[in-house]
């Protein structure tokens, strides 16, 4: 528009009245203004009043003009028409054409939060994944909290540089060492020995030096359940019980079996050793304790099965090396059914000298003195080299008394389970009684072999204890199964080399003096007769014939057969005695067939 002022661009919304046949028409015009007032020649004024700007004719000046009353514009403001519908656009849509505009955005919404929800989903599952190999990867880095816990047992601050003065050096440690830090390649290895020959320190000692890297330690127990909870905290893996997809899934993480869950640990470690192999170029080593508490039943055998074959591919593929500790001579039953690559380190008592040297090392750390070797080597003579019992007499006052206690203990456990209760026992624990009659036989024919033996002590190794191979001594039981059994109550140990004899030196002291008690073995032979007479007594049939108890007697007398081929037999006649009446006679004739049988 060009007014008097110049030339303006104008954008309002603007009413413009006008008079025509005597009527005041207003119409609404969109215009382009700025915040001033524009007069036009034709006498058109715009009055911006409180909002937008409104056109208003008149044919007076602009200066008159300016005092016109806009009042009623207020009243006459109406909300403008709503723009022109499009062409080919209906004005009212029809049902249909609304139903398919909700669902389709409806569909839109589901799809663009399905998408959001899934891409969240994706993520938080790979993250997940991903953390959980690291977790156990971090159970691998230096440090382990097996090596703490032992410091702490044995009141000592935790350093891999610290002298091992509490701890003897034995010959296997060197092998154990190469094992424990990855460098032995190629096998998995079994440690078996009696209890308290040192075999855990070897191996906590091996981790020392390296700071457990690489390394990861448990200890097994007889319930899968505990044993799969000390598994996952040993690999710090949680079995994705903390996955919380779980949430939404038909089956939670634990609607599953005790194998399954150790099958799917060792599945992780498979992937987390992969991986450190390539960064390190070493296997890592799973060790795993007290492998003698897994029970010998279809759940135990089918755990050390799974870990076996595991351990087997494992070493092939040099990815983990595993390592079974035992006290028991079962587990070495059964892991040898299946073996190709395992190797067994035997770990027995120590000999003489190390013995004696352990022992006062432990007596000058805890009493700052130095024992003749008089009395060291008295000591010996009674507990032998047993870590676990020479560690007790060293810190003990009076070392040649706890020595007797010792054997006393030893002696009391072995009485408690298998002494012999002689001649008048009842027939209600024969069973028991069979047991205990087994082991003391064959605790008596351990002492006799002692005379038969060329030497039972040597100047530098020590005690040579008597030993019978394990089919001697089953036979010497009469029993197969009993020995085992025996060997998991330390009463008797089974050596790798398939040798039963005594669990130790003071056990095989204690039944030296059991057999040398007056009478005892008369009171064995009295248990042995006892138990065999009540054994017949419950494979003999009483019966009663009626007929004798009045005095009759039976007269028996062969039939022979007779000539057209009829059957023989013997014909049975009762001959009357005092008290009998013809209702107590009988006679029968029996077949030779009915005889026979």
Same mark, same amino acid.
């Not at 390539?278 to 080593?285: A, C, D, M, N, T």
């Not at 070495?332 to 067994?344: A, F, G, I, P």
């Not at 010996?380 to 008394?401: C, Q």
């Not at 248990?527 to 009045?550: H, N, P, Q, Y």
């Given at each position: 528009?060009?007014?008097?002022?110049?030339?303006?661009?104008?954008?309002?919304?603007?009413?413009? =009245?006008?008079?025509?046949?005597?009527?005041?028409?207003?119409?609404?015009?969109?215009?382009?203004?700025?915040? %001033?007032?524009?007069?036009?020649?034709?006498?058109?004024?715009?009055?911006?009043?409180?909002?937008?700007?409104?056109?208003?004719?008149?044919?007076?000046?602009?200066?008159?003009?300016?005092?016109?009353?806009?009042?009623?514009?207020?009243?006459?403001?109406?909300?403008?028409?709503?723009?022109?519908?499009?062409?080919?656009?209906?004005?009212?849509?029809?049902?249909?054409?609304?139903?398919?505009?909700?669902?389709?955005?409806?569909?839109?919404?589901?799809?663009?939060?399905?998408?959001?929800?899934?891409?969240?989903?994706?993520?938080?599952?790979?993250?997940?994944?991903?953390?959980?190999?690291?977790?156990?990867?971090?159970?691998?880095?230096?440090?382990?909290? /097996?090596?703490?816990?032992?410091?702490?047992?044995?009141?000592?601050?935790?350093?891999?540089?610290? =002298?091992?003065?509490?701890?003897?050096?034995?010959?296997?440690?060197?092998?154990?060492?190469?094992?424990?830090?990855?460098?032995?390649?190629?096998?998995?290895?079994?440690?078996?020995?009696?209890?308290?020959?040192?075999?855990?320190?070897?191996?906590?000692?091996?981790?020392?030096?390296?700071?457990?890297?690489?390394?990861?330690?448990?200890?097994?127990?007889?319930?899968?359940?505990?044993?799969?909870?000390?598994?996952?905290?040993?690999?710090?893996?949680?079995?994705?019980?903390?996955?919380?997809?779980?949430?939404?899934?038909?089956?939670?993480?634990?609607?599953?079996?005790?194998?399954?869950?150790?099958?799917?640990?060792?599945?992780?470690?498979?992937?987390?050793?992969?991986?450190?192999?390539?960064?390190?170029?070493?296997?890592?080593?799973?060790?795993?304790?007290?492998?003698?508490?897994?029970?010998?039943?279809?759940?135990?055998?089918?755990?050390?099965? %799974?870990?076996?074959?595991?351990?087997?591919?494992?070493?092939?593929?040099?990815?983990?090396?595993?390592?079974?500790?035992?006290?028991?001579?079962?587990?070495?039953?059964?892991?040898?059914?299946?073996?190709?690559?395992?190797?067994?380190?035997?770990?027995?008592?120590?000999?003489?000298?190390?013995?004696?040297?352990?022992?006062?090392?432990?007596?000058?750390?805890?009493?700052?003195?130095?024992?003749?070797?008089?009395?060291?080597?008295?000591?010996?003579?009674?507990?032998?080299?047993?870590?676990?019992?020479?560690?007790?007499?060293?810190?003990?006052?009076?070392?040649?008394?706890?020595?007797?206690?010792?054997?006393?203990?030893?002696?009391?456990?072995?009485?408690?389970?298998?002494?012999?209760?002689?001649?008048?026992?009842?027939?209600?624990?024969?069973?028991?009684?069979?047991?205990?009659?087994? =082991?003391? /036989?064959?605790?008596?024919?351990?002492?006799?072999?002692?005379?038969?033996?060329?030497?039972?002590?040597?100047?530098?190794?020590?005690?040579?204890?008597?030993?019978?191979?394990?089919?001697?001594?089953?036979?010497?039981?009469?029993?197969?199964?009993?020995?085992?059994?025996?060997?998991?109550?330390?009463?008797?140990?089974?050596?790798?080399?398939?040798?039963?004899?005594?669990?130790?030196?003071?056990?095989?002291?204690?039944?030296?003096?059991?057999?040398?008690?007056?009478?005892?073995?008369?009171?064995?032979?009295?248990?042995?007769?006892?138990?065999?007479?009540?054994?017949?007594?419950?494979?003999?049939?009483?019966?009663?014939?009626?007929?004798?108890?009045?005095?009759?007697?039976?007269?028996?007398?062969?039939?022979?057969?007779?000539?057209?081929?009829?059957?023989?037999?013997?014909?049975?006649?009762?001959?009357?005695?005092?008290?009998?009446?013809?209702?107590?006679?009988?006679?029968?004739?029996?077949?030779?067939?009915?005889?026979?049988?």
């Amino acid at each position: 528009m060009v007014g008097r002022q110049g030339l303006f661009r104008v954008a309002a919304d603007a009413r413009i =009245a006008t008079t025509r046949g005597g009527r005041r028409i207003i119409r609404t015009t969109r215009l382009q203004i700025p915040s %001033l007032r524009i007069f036009s020649p034709a006498g058109y004024s715009l009055v911006r009043s409180g909002g937008p700007y409104h056109r208003t004719f008149s044919g007076q000046s602009p200066r008159q003009s300016e005092h016109i009353d806009d009042s009623n514009s207020s009243q006459s403001r109406s909300p403008p028409p709503p723009p022109p519908p499009p062409p080919h656009h209906e004005a009212n849509p029809s049902l249909l054409y609304k139903m398919l505009e909700s669902a389709a955005t409806s569909f839109a919404s589901i799809l663009v939060l399905g998408a959001g929800f899934t891409l969240a989903a994706f993520a938080y599952h790979k993250s997940y994944k991903y953390f959980v190999l690291e977790k156990m990867n971090n159970a691998f880095e230096p440090g382990d909290p /097996v090596l703490e816990l032992a410091a702490i047992g044995k009141k000592l601050p935790f350093s891999k540089n610290a =002298a091992a003065t509490h701890w003897i050096q034995r010959p296997e440690q060197a092998m154990v060492d190469a094992i424990v830090a990855g460098e032995d390649i190629g096998h998995y290895h079994l440690f078996i020995g009696e209890k308290g020959t040192g075999k855990s320190s070897m191996l906590l000692e091996a981790m020392r030096k390296i700071d457990g890297d690489g390394c990861a330690m448990l200890e097994a127990h007889s319930d899968l359940e505990i044993f799969r909870i000390r598994l996952g905290k040993a690999l710090d893996y949680e079995y994705h019980e903390d996955y919380m997809g779980s949430y939404f899934s038909e089956r939670g993480p634990r609607d599953t079996t005790a194998l399954l869950d150790i099958e799917r640990a060792l599945n992780k470690l498979e992937k987390v050793a992969l991986k450190r192999r390539k960064r390190v170029g070493k296997p890592l080593v799973l060790i795993m304790n007290q492998m003698h508490l897994i029970r010998d039943d279809e759940d135990g055998r089918d755990l050390i099965e %799974l870990l076996q074959q595991r351990a087997e591919q494992w070493a092939a593929s040099n990815l983990v090396t595993m390592v079974f500790n035992s006290d028991e001579y079962w587990i070495y039953e059964r892991l040898k059914q299946l073996s190709t690559r395992m190797s067994v380190l035997a770990v027995v008592d120590l000999p003489k000298q190390l013995a004696t040297a352990a022992l006062k090392n432990y007596r000058e750390r805890y009493f700052d003195e130095s024992p003749s070797d008089s009395m060291l080597e008295q000591i010996y003579d009674k507990v032998g080299g047993r870590l676990s019992f020479l560690n007790r007499v060293a810190k003990s006052e009076d070392m040649l008394k706890t020595c007797d206690d010792i054997i006393q203990v030893e002696k009391t456990w072995f009485l408690n389970q298998c002494w012999i209760l002689g001649k008048d026992m009842d027939d209600d624990v024969m069973d028991q009684q069979k047991w205990a009659a087994a =082991a003391v /036989v064959l605790a008596t024919a351990l002492v006799d072999k002692e005379a038969e033996m060329e030497s039972t002590y040597n100047p530098e190794l020590g005690h040579i204890l008597p030993s019978f191979p394990l089919h001697e001594a089953q036979q010497i039981m009469t029993r197969a199964d009993f020995v085992r059994q025996l060997d998991r109550l330390n009463l008797f140990s089974i050596t790798s080399g398939a040798l039963v004899r005594a669990s130790s030196v003071p056990m095989h002291l204690a039944f030296q003096q059991i057999v040398a008690q007056p009478g005892f073995r008369q009171h064995l032979q009295d248990t042995i007769d006892r138990i065999s007479a009540i054994e017949s007594l419950g494979r003999t049939r009483e019966i009663v014939a009626k007929d004798l108890v009045f005095g009759g007697r039976y007269k028996i007398r062969k039939v022979p057969k007779e000539a057209d081929g009829g059957p023989g037999g013997f014909d049975v006649t009762l001959k009357e005695g005092k008290g009998w009446s013809a209702n107590n006679a009988s006679t029968a004739n029996i077949d030779e067939g009915e005889d026979e049988e």
